[in-house]
């Protein structure tokens, strides 16, 4: 399983970004994806999931209500839209793909085993 991300870059605060992980090789529309993101000196942080229909979605509390996840499975592209960014968004950003099926987003980055090459976002105030 291949991930390319895109979409990192510097944004002012308030600002928004989009960032885009296509995925190859294997059926991309069977397999929940997520997204993960790591500041400097802090541990990975879970940011979103989304099943694998795109059905249902879930969110960290420190992006609830201002970031939204989405998918397109004809395409091979999980999305992670990021409005009213803040500068505590500043981070490495990592879109994931999980080891198996499941029912539903995962939160565990223990569950995923195959993940992008990261992208920096970085909010100025």
């Known amino acids: 399983v291949q991930l390319q991300a895109s979409g990192g870059g510097l944004v002012q605060a308030g600002g928004s970004l989009r960032h885009s992980c296509a995925a190859s090789g294997r059926t991309f529309s069977s397999y929940a994806m997520g997204w993960f993101r790591q500041a400097p000196g802090k541990e990975r942080e879970f940011v979103a999931g989304?099943?694998?229909?795109?059905?249902?979605?879930g969110y960290g509390d420190s992006v609830k209500g201002r970031f939204t996840i989405s998918r397109d499975n004809a395409k091979n592209t999980v999305y992670l839209q990021m409005n009213s960014l803040k500068p505590e968004d500043t981070a490495v950003y990592y879109c994931?793909?999980?080891?198996?099926?499941?029912?539903?987003?995962?939160?565990?980055?223990?569950?995923?085993?195959?993940w992008g090459q990261g992208t920096l976002v970085t909010v100025s105030s």
């Open positions: 994931a793909a999980p080891t198996r099926k499941y029912g539903s987003w995962i939160q565990s980055p223990n569950s995923y085993a195959y």
């Open positions: 989304i099943s694998s229909s795109g059905g249902s979605t």
